[in-house]
């Protein structure tokens, strides 16, 4: 996320003016939306269900310094008036401290960290106000009675600024006043407003409507409470993650949402301050100026409310894309005031479309063409925020439709790649549960088996889908495969009837094949019925936001078991490059122990199913020769041209499976591929292992954690120096690593390395981040070769997840010229044919890649699947073409007819389009013949940005658009650096005014280089006060198609 901090305070101080509210009743919470709820609730099991939790009585714990659901309301409801003005302590107390002193106990030190390593309480605010809860030991701090007046009894006494003891310092209150705003008040207030406008229950409302004015009167500002801002204390910013700055009470990410269930609470209690002249007088009680409902109200909007648009204007609510947006358009259409008094609903939507939330075109642009984002699969799913982003301001567009048009505010989710988010979290979930953990996405856990549960990593969100586009798939994914509806939408319309009706449609059932995402860049081959499911991916990504260097890294399921899983969400952000993100970490491939350089490079290269056999190729550029962002630590790795990996998964039958990897890499001198399994020891082969004994991976006299001096003279502290336990030896023939996990149906993965060329050095060690605690480790496996300058390492293994039995009963390399390995079955063997030619990888030109497999049962020969070139020369080979006309709107691409084309065209057949400096794989859907031309209908959208012409100059044009996934770079004249643009090679415009893209400079205005040096009066005239598309491809580039074949033996 990146921080955007204007002016904005310096030249806007927010005036409490007397006049009139422009707000005259509830906007969010009409009469319309409260009538759905309640229905909601009448109707459905899961509406009873969300009731229930919103208004039960029983005790409040909370665990976290946030909360997105319910609170008990119920429990809050049956407190005393003080007590729920109580319930948000006063923001005089700080809520940031020391780093170092984060979750640690007096009592238990860093033990607490093996319950949870980022919090070490949890609060019970209602039986234990102002009081924290050790997680591990469950004794109370301080001891002292804060909320009474008493600052100093007891052993371990805090007054707001910590306790001493023994010689460290902890900050009890400071935590509880931390959690008690982000894990009580907001859900509270959440629960309160919502069984309020359920129940019309006024004990709801009469505590809500306390604890909101309460709030409002502890709520900082930048005027006359800058003193209570998150980081007042610690000069504005954070004192260990100095980049971050903002926030109000909690920080400015976590404030977004706050704000915005603030506002929605707001909303629902404001006719309620009408009908208690009691709650008025209790207010003016406690010193807040108002002794009239329209006072009270007043004062909220402005001491609460517009106090955070106003941080919203200034950058200091800020979170990732889509939460920002959402908070502003919420305050937009619950103040509902277009009045002349600032900010106010025009500032905010100008804001979330125009400003800095920029959400006009941000689906365009900062989606990709299969619907994933510019972060993790985790946090992609905050885009789903615009759902809530779009309907906001369909009710403020139905409210004010002359001052919020279409063609300044456009509607979302009318773009393709929007409707493309959707599609995307189907395809992203494997086995119907999992989710790969891509960059900071899932984690490790010790193995346990999952049953299909969902059939989508989106719940409710696919209601809104189906809703809008009506695809049977998108009713599939509202239930459970057991048939079941996931929660819907409380106060939204619950379709139950047109669900019913599209899921009787076979077009409704999501097949669980082979797929690419290509656009944001991961293959995942999958196949098996039933109990018998079994995937495998390959992900190479180029993300922006919550990355991490898991370049080609390799992860894999099985009946329902992750049996090789990948790190996931760091454990804490402390020690996260040196250990969870660290490309050592994961499952790929090292070339001298370097870290890649931020950027693009990653693409598919091959990928096509035949007879059982299915196959996926990629390549990255880790090492680039130019780059935008440095590796970490160095970059001594040279020359590295080629890094590129296949993998093959082999269905044996519908129950047996193995999978067939290869990595092949060129450069630097030191090849080192990283294996770890699931949370168990696996069982080394025989070989002749010497311990090393002392020390860690970075050498023998280097301890755990320490710092040290690699060989190409870099002074490191990461991976090497964090395994230990470190043992050696030669590999020269195909050996087998099990991990045996532990379930009574006999789940085991059986890792086979197989050396090509010279022996491998083999390494084992085990390891943790100093984050954990002592008893967690990782035991790795790393297979090291060492080459001359430039030389190519080819790594090549077999992985077996099977129950009982393997299925791999021996490996054997017989040839390396060509890469030909047996894979002997117990009734049977397998013939593999592997093609990953020498060469740059880097290159978006044609590779002569390929696979074959050969398969024997018994004395027959029963299968021989081929896959592209196999082997030089060999093979079904490629179809090949020039894109000669192109129809965006439409997805299609014409090619000149030939005979035998069209049937290589076939409906499903991924094709390889690419230029000199960009390549990407579609599928094709539909294929027909117009005169001398072939048209194909491919499956996603070419589009990548758009935006509307801001500015031209000599070979510029900038648009009013923030381009997500732009990472072009100017020097100090102006002009465009070399690297790893994303955008290079692309189109800007269509038909005649299309020119080829040199690269993108993102920001607020995003600047646009053509290829060609073209003058201002040139673009003026093609593209002044136009929007502009940028696409993925154009006339001229060119086509391949890897052919299948499968021969009758």
């Avoid at 003891?165 to 907001?186: N, P, S, T």
């Avoid at 789903?384 to 567009?397: A, G, S, W």
């Avoid at 990255?620 to 970059?635: E, I, L, M, V």
């Amino acid at each position: 996320m990146k921080r955007r901090h204007s002016a904005f305070w310096s030249i806007l101080v927010m005036t409490m003016i007397a006049a009139a509210s422009a707000k005259d009743s509830s906007t969010y919470y009409t009469p319309d939306r409260i009538t759905v709820g309640r229905t909601n609730v009448f109707r459905y099991s899961w509406a009873k269900r969300l009731l229930g939790e919103m208004t039960s009585k029983s005790p409040v714990t909370v665990p976290y310094y946030i909360n997105g659901g319910y609170a008990a309301g119920g429990a809050y409801a049956s407190q005393s008036d003080e007590f729920m003005w109580t319930l948000q302590p006063s923001t005089l107390i700080p809520r940031v401290y020391p780093h170092e002193a984060k979750a640690i106990c007096p009592v238990h030190g860093t033990d607490v960290r093996k319950v949870d390593a980022w919090c070490a309480w949890s609060i019970e605010p209602v039986s234990h106000p102002y009081k924290v809860q050790c997680k591990l030991g469950k004794e109370w701090y301080p001891s002292n009675d804060f909320l009474a007046g008493d600052m100093t009894s007891g052993e371990f006494p805090d007054d707001g600024n910590g306790c001493d003891y023994k010689g460290k310092r902890y900050y009890f209150l400071r935590d509880y006043a931390h959690m008690a705003y982000g894990g009580a008040v907001i859900p509270a207030l959440r629960s309160l407003s919502q069984a309020y406008v359920l129940t019309g229950e006024t004990a709801y409302a009469r505590k809500g409507a306390i604890l909101l004015a309460r709030l409002a009167s502890e709520y900082p500002n930048h005027t006359d409470r800058s003193d209570r801002l998150f980081y007042a204390t610690t000069g504005g910013r954070d004192p260990h993650y100095t980049w971050k700055t903002g926030g109000m009470i909690t920080d400015l990410i976590w404030e977004t949402f706050s704000l915005e269930t603030t506002a929605y609470a707001y909303d629902a209690l404001y006719p309620y301050f009408d009908q208690d002249p009691e709650l008025i007088s209790f207010l003016k009680a406690k010193g807040m100026p108002v002794d009239t409902a329209v006072a009270a109200r007043r004062y909220i909007e402005e001491k609460l409310l517009r106090s955070g648009m106003s941080a919203l204007l200034s950058g200091d609510i800020h979170g990732n894309e889509g939460l920002h947006q959402a908070a502003a358009l919420a305050c937009a259409l619950v103040m509902d005031d277009f009045s002349d008094t600032h900010p106010n609903s025009q500032d905010m939507v100008d804001y979330a479309y125009h400003g800095i939330g920029h959400c006009a075109y941000l689906l365009v642009n900062g989606l990709t063409r299969d619907g994933g984002g510019h972060e993790s699969p985790g946090y992609n799913r905050i885009k789903c925020d615009f759902i809530r982003v779009h309907r906001l301001m369909e009710q403020l567009r139905r409210r004010h439709p002359e001052e919020l048009s279409t063609d300044r505010y456009p509607d979302l989710f009318a773009e393709p790649k929007a409707r493309a988010l959707f599609d995307y979290y189907i395809d992203i979930t494997p086995l119907d549960y999992f989710l790969p953990s891509i960059g900071d996405c899932g984690g490790i856990y010790p193995p346990r088996r999952i049953p299909p549960y969902q059939y989508s990593f989106l719940s409710s969100e696919n209601l809104f889908a189906f809703q809008r586009y009506g695809d049977p798939r998108y009713a599939r994914a509202c239930t459970k495969p057991d048939g079941t509806f996931f929660t819907g939408e409380l106060f939204e319309p619950f379709p139950e009837d047109a669900i019913k009706a599209a899921l009787a449609k076979p077009e409704s059932q999501i097949r669980r094949e082979s797929r690419l995402l290509d656009g944001y860049g991961i293959g995942i081959l999958e196949s098996g019925e039933g109990d018998n499911r079994r995937a495998v991916s390959l992900n190479y990504t180029s993300l922006i936001g919550h990355r991490q260097h898991d370049n080609l890294s390799l992860e894999m399921w099985a009946r329902g078991v992750a049996v090789l899983p990948d790190i996931g969400y760091p454990h804490t952000c402390d020690y996260s490059w040196e250990w969870d993100s660290n490309i050592m970490a994961h499952n790929t491939v090292t070339v001298d122990e370097t870290q890649p350089s931020r950027g693009s490079g990653g693409a598919a290269t091959l990928f096509a199913s035949a007879n059982g056999v299915h196959v996926v190729a990629a390549r990255h550029d880790p090492y680039p020769t130019t780059a935008f962002g440095s590796a970490r630590g160095g970059n001594p790795a040279r020359d590295v041209d080629e890094y590129e990996r296949m993998v093959v998964l082999v269905d044996v039958d519908p129950e047996r499976f193995y999978v067939v990897d290869l990595f092949a890499v060129r450069g630097g001198e030191q090849h080192d591929q990283s294996w770890h399994g699931p949370l168990v020891s696996p069982e080394p082969p025989k070989l002749h292992w010497q311990a090393q004994g002392n020390g860690t991976l970075a050498g023998k006299d280097v301890a755990q954690f320490a710092t040290f001096t690699d060989r190409w003279g870099r002074t490191r502290k990461d991976f090497p120096s964090f395994l230990t336990n470190i043992r050696r030896a030669e590999l020269g023939q195909s050996a087998t690593w099990s991990w045996n996990l532990g379930f009574p149906e006999g789940d085991t993965l059986n890792l086979h390395l197989v050396p090509v060329g010279q022996p491998l050095d083999v390494i084992m060690g085990r390891g943790r981040s100093p984050a954990h605690t002592p008893d967690f480790g990782m035991e790795y496996l790393l297979a090291r070769r060492t080459v001359a300058p430039g030389g190519r390492s080819l790594f090549l293994t077999v992985l077996d997840a099977f129950q009982t039995k393997p299925v791999v009963k021996s490996v054997r390399l017989v040839s390396e010229t060509p890469l030909v390995l047996e894979v002997r079955r117990e009734d049977g063997k397998d013939e593999i044919t592997l093609n990953v030619p020498a060469g740059s990888s880097r290159l978006t030109t044609h590779r002569s890649l390929g696979a074959r497999v050969r398969s024997q049962t018994g004395e027959n020969w029963t299968r021989d699947a081929q896959i592209g070139e196999y082997e030089a020369g060999k093979g079904p080979g490629y179809a090949t073409s020039i894109i000669r006309a192109v129809d965006h709107a439409d997805n299609e691409i014409a090619l000149d007819h030939r005979p035998g084309l069209d049937s290589d065209l076939a409906p499903g057949r991924a094709i390889r389009i690419f230029n000199a400096q960009r390549t990407a794989l579609f599928r094709v859907r539909a294929v027909r013949r117009e005169g001398e031309l072939l048209w194909i209908t491919l499956d996603q959208s070419a589009l990548l940005a758009r935006g509307p012409v801001a500015a031209v100059d000599d070979g510029i044009v900038t648009i009013s658009a923030f381009i997500v996934f732009a990472n072009g770079q100017v020097d100090e004249k102006g002009q465009l650096k070399p690297g790893l643009d994303y955008f290079a090679g692309s189109r800007m415009a269509e038909g005649k005014t299309a020119r080829r893209v040199c690269g993108v400079v993102g920001g607020e205005n995003s600047k646009i280089f053509p290829a060609e040096r073209v003058t201002a009066d040139e673009l003026r005239e093609d593209f002044g006060g136009r929007v502009v598309s940028v696409w993925q491809y154009g006339e001229g580039d060119q086509v391949e198609i890897s052919r299948t074949r499968s021969v009758r033996p």
